[in-house]
């Protein structure tokens, strides 16, 4: 199925000190890696949200809600979109695996509802997941009436189907320096 693919790339980085896109992991930026695994599966790749220094990596969406977390990123790149579907990926979940990546958009085929996301360990991950433009009314009402959160805002959009997968690393987001040299170490176990 073709979808667009977007790094989701916005955010502070405050725990982190330094922004997340531009951390190197196993000798790649993370913003790299995040659009090397969307374009193996996504005719077409950007980057939603974050500085326009990354424009050296792609295209770059601005948020056009800064300061209003992911969903504020996500608004602005199914505002974007000229596709139907449209995969996620957050910059700093480096170990998603393009197969799973894979499975959110077969699940997407011929679905009639608004997306399809991860889940893990019983945890809804919503910066992993393929959302339709039929969502967006519904996503920029949310961002206007400032609740922000994607995963209550993707609930109150209508119908979503959950993946669920067993490795939890692979969702594990890197946000302190702590969790960044941790992942260096395994990277070599847990890249894929």
């Given at each position: 199925?073709?979808?667009?693919?977007?790094?989701?790339?916005?955010?502070?980085?405050?725990?982190?000190?330094?922004?997340?896109?531009?951390?190197?992991?196993?000798?790649?930026?993370?913003?790299?890696?995040?659009?090397?695994?969307?374009?193996?599966?996504?005719?077409?790749?950007?980057?939603?949200?974050?500085?326009?220094?990354?424009?050296?990596?792609?295209?770059?969406?601005?948020?056009?809600?800064?300061?209003?977390?992911?969903?504020?990123?996500?608004?602005?790149?199914?505002?974007?979109?000229?596709?139907?579907?449209?995969?996620?990926?957050?910059?700093?979940?480096?170990?998603?695996?393009?197969?799973?990546?894979?499975?959110?958009?077969?699940?997407?085929?011929?679905?009639?509802?608004?997306?399809?996301?991860a889940r893990v360990q019983g945890r809804?991950?919503?910066?992993?997941?393929?959302?339709?433009?039929?969502?967006?009314?519904?996503?920029?009402?949310?961002?206007?009436?400032?609740?922000?959160?994607?995963?209550?805002?993707?609930?109150?959009?209508?119908?979503?189907?959950?993946?669920?997968?067993?490795?939890?690393?692979?969702?594990?987001?890197?946000?302190?320096?702590?969790?960044?040299?941790?992942?260096?170490?395994?990277?070599?176990?847990?890249?894929?």
């Amino acid at each position: 199925m073709n979808a667009a693919g977007f790094v989701l790339a916005g955010g502070r980085s405050s725990r982190m000190g330094r922004d997340k896109a531009l951390l190197m992991l196993g000798g790649e930026p993370l913003i790299q890696r995040g659009i090397r695994k969307l374009s193996a599966i996504c005719p077409e790749v950007a980057i939603a949200g974050g500085a326009k220094d990354l424009a050296r990596f792609g295209r770059v969406i601005p948020d056009k809600s800064p300061g209003c977390g992911p969903l504020g990123g996500i608004v602005s790149a199914l505002e974007q979109s000229s596709f139907e579907w449209n995969l996620f990926l957050s910059v700093d979940a480096p170990f998603v695996p393009v197969s799973a990546l894979k499975s959110l958009l077969v699940m997407a085929a011929g679905f009639q509802g608004l997306g399809v996301m991860a889940r893990v360990q019983g945890r809804m991950q919503p910066l992993c997941a393929v959302y339709s433009r039929r969502a967006l009314g519904v996503l920029q009402q949310e961002l206007a009436g400032g609740r922000w959160k994607v995963l209550s805002a993707i609930e109150s959009a209508g119908s979503v189907k959950v993946v669920d997968f067993e490795d939890a690393s692979w969702f594990a987001n890197l946000n302190t320096p702590e969790e960044l040299a941790e992942a260096e170490r395994q990277v070599d176990a847990l890249d894929t």
